[in-house]
Protein backbone atom coordinates (compact mmCIF):
# COMPACT_ATOMS: atom_id res chain seq x y z
CA UNK A 1 0.00 0.00 0.00
CA UNK A 2 0.77 3.85 -0.09
CA UNK A 3 2.89 4.96 2.27
CA UNK A 4 5.01 8.10 3.58
CA UNK A 5 8.45 7.93 5.11
CA UNK A 6 9.74 10.86 6.76
CA UNK A 7 13.11 11.89 8.57
CA UNK A 8 13.22 10.88 12.33
CA UNK A 9 13.35 14.12 14.86
CA UNK A 10 13.26 15.96 16.51
CA UNK A 11 15.56 18.60 14.95
CA UNK A 12 17.12 21.47 16.67
CA UNK A 13 18.28 24.57 14.71
CA UNK A 14 19.47 28.03 15.33
CA UNK A 15 17.72 31.07 14.36
CA UNK A 16 18.35 31.94 10.86
CA UNK A 17 19.79 27.84 9.69
CA UNK A 18 18.60 26.53 6.77
CA UNK A 19 16.08 23.61 6.84
CA UNK A 20 15.98 20.44 4.97
CA UNK A 21 12.80 17.85 6.14
CA UNK A 22 13.32 14.42 3.78
CA UNK A 23 10.21 13.13 2.79
CA UNK A 24 10.25 10.36 0.66
CA UNK A 25 6.66 8.23 -0.79
CA UNK A 26 5.47 4.89 -2.23
CA UNK A 27 2.59 4.82 -4.53
CA UNK A 28 1.04 3.25 -7.08
CA UNK A 29 -0.34 5.74 -8.97
CA UNK A 30 0.22 9.38 -9.46
CA UNK A 31 -0.08 10.87 -5.85
CA UNK A 32 -0.84 14.18 -4.77
CA UNK A 33 1.75 15.44 -2.31
CA UNK A 34 1.10 17.86 0.51
CA UNK A 35 3.44 19.23 4.14
CA UNK A 36 1.07 20.34 6.96
CA UNK A 37 2.30 21.74 9.88
CA UNK A 38 1.05 21.51 13.55
CA UNK A 39 1.67 24.01 15.77
CA UNK A 40 1.45 22.99 19.64
CA UNK A 41 -2.25 22.27 20.84
CA UNK A 42 -3.57 23.20 17.21
CA UNK A 43 -4.60 20.68 14.39
CA UNK A 44 -2.90 20.46 11.39
CA UNK A 45 -2.64 23.18 8.50
CA UNK A 46 -1.70 22.74 5.06
CA UNK A 47 1.71 24.79 4.66
CA UNK A 48 2.13 23.67 0.95
CA UNK A 49 1.35 21.12 -1.99
CA UNK A 50 2.12 19.61 -5.17
CA UNK A 51 -0.10 17.51 -7.51
CA UNK A 52 2.11 16.45 -10.49
CA UNK A 53 5.54 15.71 -11.27
CA UNK A 54 7.86 18.21 -10.83
CA UNK A 55 5.53 20.87 -9.46
CA UNK A 56 7.16 23.17 -6.68
CA UNK A 57 4.86 24.01 -3.59
CA UNK A 58 5.45 27.21 -1.52
CA UNK A 59 4.49 28.98 1.58
CA UNK A 60 5.59 31.27 3.99
CA UNK A 61 9.37 30.85 2.51
CA UNK A 62 8.92 27.19 2.99
CA UNK A 63 9.44 24.83 -0.62
CA UNK A 64 9.46 21.65 -1.83
CA UNK A 65 9.78 20.07 -5.35
CA UNK A 66 7.45 16.86 -6.32
CA UNK A 67 10.74 14.84 -7.72
CA UNK A 68 9.18 11.69 -9.92
CA UNK A 69 12.52 9.79 -10.59
CA UNK A 70 13.53 9.87 -6.82
CA UNK A 71 10.08 9.80 -4.87
CA UNK A 72 10.77 12.58 -2.96
CA UNK A 73 9.28 16.13 -1.64
CA UNK A 74 11.54 16.98 0.79
CA UNK A 75 11.07 20.58 2.78
CA UNK A 76 13.23 23.29 2.94
CA UNK A 77 13.45 26.73 3.97
CA UNK A 78 16.39 29.08 3.72
CA UNK A 79 16.13 30.61 7.09
CA UNK A 80 14.05 29.83 9.80
CA UNK A 81 12.34 31.90 12.69
CA UNK A 82 11.57 30.54 16.13
CA UNK A 83 7.74 31.06 15.48
CA UNK A 84 8.81 27.88 12.81
CA UNK A 85 8.96 25.35 15.73
CA UNK A 86 6.49 22.89 14.91
CA UNK A 87 5.75 19.69 14.06
CA UNK A 88 6.05 19.00 10.06
CA UNK A 89 3.65 16.29 8.36
CA UNK A 90 4.74 15.23 4.89
CA UNK A 91 0.98 13.43 3.11
CA UNK A 92 0.18 12.00 -0.32
CA UNK A 93 -3.52 11.60 -1.72
CA UNK A 94 -3.50 8.90 -4.58
CA UNK A 95 -6.37 8.85 -6.25
CA UNK A 96 -5.61 6.76 -8.82
CA UNK A 97 -5.87 3.76 -6.46
CA UNK A 98 -9.83 3.87 -6.50
CA UNK A 99 -12.61 6.59 -8.41
CA UNK A 100 -13.79 7.99 -4.79
CA UNK A 101 -11.71 10.59 -2.59
CA UNK A 102 -8.93 9.04 -1.02
CA UNK A 103 -7.50 9.88 2.43
CA UNK A 104 -4.16 11.39 2.87
CA UNK A 105 -1.81 8.83 4.21
CA UNK A 106 0.55 10.67 6.26
CA UNK A 107 4.33 10.09 7.56
CA UNK A 108 5.01 10.04 11.53
CA UNK A 109 6.00 14.28 12.00
CA UNK A 110 9.11 15.90 12.12
CA UNK A 111 9.36 17.72 15.39
CA UNK A 112 11.28 21.07 14.72
CA UNK A 113 12.60 23.20 17.12
CA UNK A 114 14.31 26.55 16.48
CA UNK A 115 16.34 28.01 19.31
CA UNK A 116 17.07 32.59 19.48
CA UNK B 1 -15.55 31.01 8.62
CA UNK B 2 -15.85 28.45 11.15
CA UNK B 3 -14.29 25.25 8.56
CA UNK B 4 -14.00 22.26 10.62
CA UNK B 5 -15.68 22.22 14.39
CA UNK B 6 -15.30 19.39 16.38
CA UNK B 7 -16.88 18.92 19.93
CA UNK B 8 -16.04 18.33 22.55
CA UNK B 9 -12.28 19.43 23.39
CA UNK B 10 -11.53 17.39 25.85
CA UNK B 11 -12.76 14.57 27.59
CA UNK B 12 -12.11 12.20 30.84
CA UNK B 13 -13.80 8.33 30.60
CA UNK B 14 -13.94 6.11 32.81
CA UNK B 15 -12.69 2.40 31.19
CA UNK B 16 -16.06 1.37 29.90
CA UNK B 17 -18.03 4.51 29.02
CA UNK B 18 -19.11 5.23 26.20
CA UNK B 19 -19.33 8.65 24.03
CA UNK B 20 -19.39 10.48 20.77
CA UNK B 21 -17.44 12.25 19.23
CA UNK B 22 -19.08 15.31 16.87
CA UNK B 23 -17.57 16.76 13.58
CA UNK B 24 -19.68 18.96 11.42
CA UNK B 25 -17.63 21.22 8.82
CA UNK B 26 -19.76 24.19 6.72
CA UNK B 27 -17.18 24.02 3.19
CA UNK B 28 -19.75 21.49 1.57
CA UNK B 29 -16.93 18.73 1.35
CA UNK B 30 -18.22 15.14 0.27
CA UNK B 31 -15.29 13.36 2.23
CA UNK B 32 -14.98 13.56 5.76
CA UNK B 33 -12.38 11.34 7.85
CA UNK B 34 -11.64 10.70 11.74
CA UNK B 35 -7.93 10.49 12.68
CA UNK B 36 -6.13 9.79 16.05
CA UNK B 37 -2.46 11.02 16.74
CA UNK B 38 -0.23 8.99 19.51
CA UNK B 39 3.25 9.91 20.28
CA UNK B 40 5.87 8.99 17.85
CA UNK B 41 2.74 7.42 15.41
CA UNK B 42 1.75 9.76 13.44
CA UNK B 43 -2.11 10.03 12.40
CA UNK B 44 -3.48 7.01 11.86
CA UNK B 45 -6.67 6.74 10.16
CA UNK B 46 -9.93 5.41 12.08
CA UNK B 47 -12.91 5.38 9.37
CA UNK B 48 -13.56 7.31 6.55
CA UNK B 49 -16.99 8.47 4.63
CA UNK B 50 -16.19 9.12 0.74
CA UNK B 51 -19.24 10.58 0.10
CA UNK B 52 -22.83 11.31 2.07
CA UNK B 53 -24.29 7.42 3.12
CA UNK B 54 -21.31 5.58 2.86
CA UNK B 55 -18.06 4.60 5.60
CA UNK B 56 -15.26 2.70 5.23
CA UNK B 57 -12.70 1.38 7.83
CA UNK B 58 -9.43 2.78 7.96
CA UNK B 59 -6.15 1.38 9.48
CA UNK B 60 -7.41 1.29 13.02
CA UNK B 61 -10.74 0.85 12.97
CA UNK B 62 -11.42 -1.93 16.16
CA UNK B 63 -13.29 -0.35 19.14
CA UNK B 64 -14.82 2.64 17.07
CA UNK B 65 -18.20 3.16 15.11
CA UNK B 66 -19.09 6.29 12.95
CA UNK B 67 -22.11 7.79 11.42
CA UNK B 68 -22.26 9.83 8.43
CA UNK B 69 -25.43 12.09 9.33
CA UNK B 70 -25.53 14.13 6.60
CA UNK B 71 -23.30 15.80 5.01
CA UNK B 72 -21.84 18.15 7.03
CA UNK B 73 -21.63 15.95 10.07
CA UNK B 74 -19.66 13.14 10.87
CA UNK B 75 -19.79 11.07 14.47
CA UNK B 76 -17.49 8.77 16.36
CA UNK B 77 -18.47 6.70 18.57
CA UNK B 78 -15.97 4.64 21.50
CA UNK B 79 -19.14 1.83 23.21
CA UNK B 80 -16.57 0.62 25.49
CA UNK B 81 -13.67 3.02 26.24
CA UNK B 82 -10.31 1.46 27.10
CA UNK B 83 -6.78 2.98 27.97
CA UNK B 84 -5.26 2.32 24.69
CA UNK B 85 -7.69 4.76 23.19
CA UNK B 86 -6.00 7.72 25.15
CA UNK B 87 -5.43 9.74 22.06
CA UNK B 88 -5.88 13.07 20.24
CA UNK B 89 -8.69 12.13 17.85
CA UNK B 90 -8.93 14.80 14.32
CA UNK B 91 -11.77 15.48 12.30
CA UNK B 92 -10.45 16.33 8.67
CA UNK B 93 -12.62 16.65 5.71
CA UNK B 94 -12.07 17.22 1.58
CA UNK B 95 -13.43 17.39 -1.84
CA UNK B 96 -11.65 14.88 -4.02
CA UNK B 97 -8.03 14.83 -4.24
CA UNK B 98 -7.32 17.53 -2.18
CA UNK B 99 -6.25 19.03 0.65
CA UNK B 100 -7.89 18.46 3.86
CA UNK B 101 -9.00 20.55 6.07
CA UNK B 102 -8.79 19.61 10.13
CA UNK B 103 -10.86 20.47 13.40
CA UNK B 104 -8.82 21.43 16.46
CA UNK B 105 -9.25 18.12 17.66
CA UNK B 106 -10.34 16.36 20.80
CA UNK B 107 -8.41 15.43 23.78
CA UNK B 108 -9.35 12.11 24.52
CA UNK B 109 -7.78 10.67 28.32
CA UNK B 110 -9.56 7.00 29.35
CA UNK B 111 -8.42 5.91 32.79
Known amino acids: GDSVTQMEGPVTLSEEAFLTINCTYT??????LFWYVQYPGEGLQLLLK?????DKGSNKGFEATYRKETTSFHLEKGSVQVSDSAVYFC???????????????FGKGTRLSVIA | NAGVTQTPKFQVLKTGQSMTLQCAQD?????MYWYRQDPGMGLRLIYY???????DKGEVPNGYNVSRLNKREFSLRLESAAPSQTSVYFC??????????FGQGTRLTVV
Open chain 1, 27 to 32: ATGYPS
Open chain 2, 27 to 31: MNHNS
Open chain 1, 91 to 105: ALSDASRNSGNTPLV
Open chain 1, 50 to 54: ATKAD
Open chain 2, 49 to 55: SASEGTT
Open chain 2, 92 to 101: ASSNWNTEAF
